[in-house]
């Protein structure tokens, strides 16, 4: 498995980590995942799968990269702290690789944050701090209220299908070296990249280099410098098969034809902010009634 450079750390990750958003195994297919070198798990206190990756990262704790996400309703002081003594009490750790702010939190003061982030550093209960699904200007203030130990990385959408944050994001990231950590790399689900393939180059793809979908969604996103990918899979088949979608790369060739022919979005801000604040609770249901329209109107909202 290659690796990359977490921020300028000298840490180096895994270039393939595993997401566990909706992790409904056992903890097998995670450990299967690790020995295939996957040694890269990402986790939230509001994922509800603490346990499973404690229970998965018995034996293996020592050579692998945990990475998980404080909520933004606990990003006061207090409840920051009281946060990261429950996630390392549910994932059976003393200390968090890489913290991550779930979201920016306009409602508390970042300095705040920040502040009680130094804290958890300080104590030895986190190694690295990172923000997720934060623009340009929030990373900034970010940075700026943290100037200590600063951001080594944020966790953003990035796939084939939406490439909103190579507006601005992704250079911003690269030029400060901050590592794009591509959440839902497959687009939560190769249907999706299928609806935006209308003449089926990934599927061409695949046959001619003999590499399923997913591993050249997966190595399509590995291509930019400083982004790693999480995809999540319940399946030891999917998680083994997105594995092998490292150490190798598509060509430049390749490449252009998929960025040529493959539709894709640059999520507006009205768009993106609605997707971060949407309730849990209400994205299956929106799930459900975008699956049942027709494929353009489903590929528009995508
Ligand atoms: N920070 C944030 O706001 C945020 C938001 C979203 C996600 N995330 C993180 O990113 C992780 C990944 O994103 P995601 O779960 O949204 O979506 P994803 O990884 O893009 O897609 C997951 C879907 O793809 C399927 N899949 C996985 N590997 C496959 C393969 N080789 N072939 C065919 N299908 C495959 C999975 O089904 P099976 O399980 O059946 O394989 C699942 O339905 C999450 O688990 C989470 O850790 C973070």
Known sequence: MM???????????PEIGMGTWNYRADPGPSRRGFEAGALFIDTAESYG?????????????QHVFVATKVSPQNFSRS???????????????????LLQLHGPNPAIAIKETMDALA???????????????FSVVQLIAARRAFHLYSAVSNHLRYNLIDRTIEKDL???CKAHH?????????????????DCDPQGVLANLSRSMGKSPAQIAINWCLCKEGVVAIPKSNSEAHILENCAASD???????????DSVIRYCHRGRFDTLARLWMPDRLMPFVRRVVNSLPRGIRRRLR
């Open 178 to 194: 901050i590592t794009v950590i591509a959440h839902s790399p497959l687009a939560r689900g190769l249907d999706r990249l299928q």
């Open 170 to 172: 992704l250079p911003y």
């Open 248 to 258: 190798w790369r598509l060509s430049a060739d390749r490449l252009r034809g998929l």
């Open 119 to 133: 804290e958890v550093v300080n104590a030895g209960k986190v190694k690295f701090v990172g923000v997720s699904n």
């Open 79 to 97: 409840r920051l702290c009281v946060s990261v003594d429950s996630i390392l009490k549910r994932l059976g750790l003393d200390t968090i690789d």
């Open 3 to 13: 690796t990359k450079e977490l921020g300028k750390t000298g840490v180096y990750l």
């Open 49 to 61: 799968t603490d346990h499973i990756v404690g229970e998965a990262l018995k034996g293996f704790r």
